[in-house]
């Protein structure tokens, strides 16, 4: 195929790509929501729900987008448009691009602000603040938190800072250098974690939370949850994947690195339930059910009562950051490595724009905790309600859909088997079926259930 951006990096290491879209993949997705989605729908069913859905559905989208990214060696805007043009198909199919690129910017807003949170929890518990604190009183350190817009603006601001330098720095100097001393120390902290909450904490009661379930737990609204989450902690149909796609090595198994990265995803979701819930479980008075206030109301009880609790709180909150650090960073590249090969702005100068955006309209974001709180935009959301649901309740499986049914069936066959050379006709036949007749049904139908469930009174 002609590639239409000759300047198109290329990682310089076997297997950054897989610490890479790990690193998007594993983020605030992960060690926040996973655990209080997991707890709030009653633990085991749910788990087995979202495993399910990684594996029947996740994986075979995500094995659609590195596939376009590295057929095309462009941004995810040019990249569908390519091969799209490369099968004889319409060039509106760029859509796909366009939207998820969107739609990571969008989310980037928001996500960054929320972000920016664990900053100030690292602060936090390095300065020893959690000891002896009540559920009370940690509830109010956070509301306090929320109520104060500057305090918002300063760590949002800080986060895309951090976001923006590495990406200034480029695809190899900034990015993949990052990436590859990011993930490893991630990995390492979260072990430090999982001994911690074996040697302090109720592990079996974990362990029973997360998988044991009775098949009469098992519900629609919990698969619809459930894979909404899993398309979400994977990074899918933001461009985020086809981005990073697009500078693998033409030799790397496609298949292969997709499962890498979807079981390590899963892994460390699943290994920070495994050093959540044992704290949660051996402290007097917090539910494991406690929703969103669980990583930053009930952790922090947690550590203010248990032995050497300022140092592995503080251990817990950078891990965190550095999981949301990876993940923004994958979130802003789509459009920067857009501008930057479109309009052939230079890299830096392409990230401070795009950044500064981000930033405008994350501030939309920081209001809505405190002096627009109250107000509603559309559907009795404010403006952070409206965004978060837009982008991931209709943008993410749409995102999806399109991508399955554009590589299912408008992609000749002859080009996805030609990326997909590595893998064994078995292997490549039961990716087709599935992106063909099992991903749009399913998306199709958790998407109307998810929006139905948000409209209905
Ligand atoms: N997968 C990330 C998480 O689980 O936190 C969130 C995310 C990052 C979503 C990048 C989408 C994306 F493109």
Not at 152 to 179: D, H, K, P
Not at 209 to 219: A, G, I, K
Request: charged share 10%; hydrophobic share 55%; net charge positive.
């Amino acid at each position: 195929m002609k590639h239409p951006q000759r300047q198109h990096a290329i990682w310089g290491h076997r297997g950054t790509f897989i610490l890479a879209a790990t690193g998007s993949a594993v983020g605030l997705g992960n060690i926040w929501k996973f655990p209080y989605v997991a707890g709030e729908n009653g633990g085991g069913a749910f788990v087995l729900l979202y495993l399910l859905g990684i594996v029947l559905v996740g994986v075979p989208i995500m094995v659609a987008e590195v596939l376009m990214g590295r057929r095309a060696r462009a941004n995810p805007i040019g990249a569908v448009g390519a091969v799209s043009a490369e099968s004889g198909r319409s060039p509106l199919w760029s859509a796909i691009g366009w939207c998820g690129v969107i739609t990571a910017f969008l989310i980037l807003s928001y996500y960054s602000v929320v972000a920016g949170w664990t900053l100030e929890y690292v602060k936090a518990a390095v300065t020893g603040q959690f000891a002896g604190q009540s559920g009370e009183q940690a509830g109010a350190v956070f509301s306090a938190l929320l109520a104060d817009p500057y305090r918002l603006v300063l760590w949002q601001s800080v986060f895309i800072a951090m976001t923006a330098i590495v990406l200034a720095f480029g695809v190899t100097r900034g990015l993949e250098t990052t990436v590859r001393v990011l993930m490893p120390l991630l990995f390492v902290l979260l072990l430090v974690m999982l001994g911690y909450a074996v040697q302090v904490g109720d592990f079996g009661a974990a362990v029973r939370f997360l998988f044991s379930f009775n098949v009469s737990d098992l519900s629609w609204a919990k698969a619809s949850v459930a894979l909404g989450h899993s398309f979400f902690t994977l990074s899918l149909a933001m461009g985020a994947i086809m981005a990073y796609g697009s500078y693998m090595p033409k030799r790397a198994s496609i298949g292969k690195t997709v499962f890498a990265v979807a079981g390590l995803d899963t892994l460390v979701a699943l290994v920070a339930g495994l050093a959540i819930f044992p704290i949660v479980f051996a402290t007097a008075g917090i539910e494991p059910g406690e929703g969103p206030g669980l990583m930053y109301i009930s952790l922090p009880v947690a550590f203010g009562s248990m032995p050497a609790g300022v140092l592995f709180g503080s251990v817990f909150f950078v891990l965190v950051t550095l999981a949301a650090w990876s993940s923004t960073i994958s979130l802003l590249e789509p459009l920067v490595a857009y501008i930057n090969e479109r309009f052939g702005l230079a890299r830096p100068l392409a990230t401070l724009a795009i950044a500064f955006a981000a930033w405008l309209l994350g501030l939309g974001t920081v209001l809505s905790f405190n002096v627009w709180e109250g107000q509603q935009w559309l559907l009795g959301r404010n403006f952070f309600g409206l965004l978060d649901f837009f982008t991931i309740n209709v943008m993410l499986p749409l995102g999806g859909l399109l991508m399955a049914i554009f590589v299912g069936w408008r992609v000749l066959p002859r080009y996805s088997r030609l990326e997909l050379r590595q893998e064994p006709a078995w292997m490549y036949n039961a990716w087709l079926w599935a992106l063909r007749y099992l991903a749009p049904p399913a998306v199709l139908v958790i998407m109307i259930a998810s929006i139905y469930a948000e409209l209905a009174p």
